[in-house]
Every structure is written in structure tokens, then in C-alpha cells.
């Protein structure tokens, strides 16, 4: 006959057990690059368009580079302004537009601004599937970051039907 406090003990190692393997391993949407391309793609050719030389970049999750498109006569500094743009958003789970004018009504929210790799420019949009952020798209280079963020969802909406 087993003592009580053995059985007890079996129980609750076998329990913790299997609780710990429940949470080691993960299960997240992420974004494809055929996913990442066609938004950059057509972010870009929307604002091209509009008359707009840009850079669109699209992230995973987790904020690294899966896709670049860069307009013909885009500026340089283009580049590093999309990426941020779309690390931001991603980072956040949120546009860029909203976070910059929340940090302009709302001065407890200025040091948003000074989180390393963050830029605080219209122009970054999240990308979601329900309600879970799989990447963002940054674009930059239109004159002013509402016109950037109006090409970055339209880059969105040409997948819309695939983000399921």
C-alpha cells in the first residue's frame, strides 16, 4: 500500500508535468513572405499612383523584415522610415497615425517617442488576422504620413480576403 504522501506527490509531479509542457511550446500566425510581397507591392504601386515615390516594408510579428519594395525615384531615407514605421506597428499592435496624435494630445505618452526603433510618423499599419497582429507595413515617402498610411491599408486590403 502506498503511503498517502508519496501518491499526493506522484500526482502533483505528473500534474506540473503536464502543465509545463502545455506552455512550452507556442502556436502563432505569422505573416508569409507571399503575403509581405503583395502588400508592399501594391502599397507602393497605390501611392505610384497618387504620384508618390516610396518605400513600403512589411515585418513579421516580431517586427523583422520579410518584404521591401522600393518606388523608382524613392528617397533614401525611405527605407529606414518604412522599416521603423512597420516595426512600430507591429511592436505596438497599432497604427502609427493614432499613436502620434495620442502623443500630441496627451503629453504622459510623449515617451513613446523615445523607445529605440520606434518612429512616430503616419504610415505604419498593423496587420491582423481576428484580432492577432501577424506582421505591419510601414510605408514612407508620400508628402505626409496620412497619405503613407492610406497606401499601406490599401497594400492591406489587396489581401484582405487571405488573412484568415
Do not use: W
Not at 3 to 18: D, E, N, Q
Not at 68 to 95: F, M, N
Not at 99 to 127: C, D, F, T
Not at 145 to 151: I, N, S, T, V, Y
Amino acid at each position: 500500500m502506498q503511503h498517502p504522501l508519496v501518491k499526493a506527490a506522484v500526482t502533483l509531479s505528473l500534474f506540473v508535468g503536464v502543465t509545463v509542457h502545455a506552455q512550452g511550446v507556442r502556436h502563432e500566425k505569422n505573416i508569409s513572405l507571399d503575403l509581405a510581397t503583395q502588400i508592399a507591392a501594391q502599397a507602393v504601386a497605390t501611392c505610384t499612383a497618387n504620384g508618390y515615390a516610396v518605400t513600403a516594408t512589411v515585418v513579421d510579428r516580431a517586427g523583422t523584415v520579410r518584404a521591401v519594395q522600393r518606388a523608382d525615384d524613392s528617397g533614401p531615407h525611405t527605407i529606414d522610415s518604412s522599416r521603423l514605421k512597420a516595426y512600430t506597428a507591429a511592436s505596438a499592435k497599432e497604427s502609427t497615425l493614432a499613436m502620434m496624435e495620442r502623443v500630441q494630445k496627451n503629453p504622459a505618452a510623449a515617451n513613446l517617442a523615445h523607445i529605440p526603433g520606434y518612429l512616430l510618423l503616419g504610415g505604419g499599419v498593423p496587420v491582423k488576422v481576428g484580432n492577432d497582429v501577424i506582421g505591419a507595413v510601414g510605408v514612407g515617402g508620400a508628402p505626409g504620413g496620412h497619405l503613407d498610411e492610406q497606401c499601406a491599408v490599401a497594400g492591406i486590403a489587396k489581401v484582405q480576403s487571405q488573412l484568415k
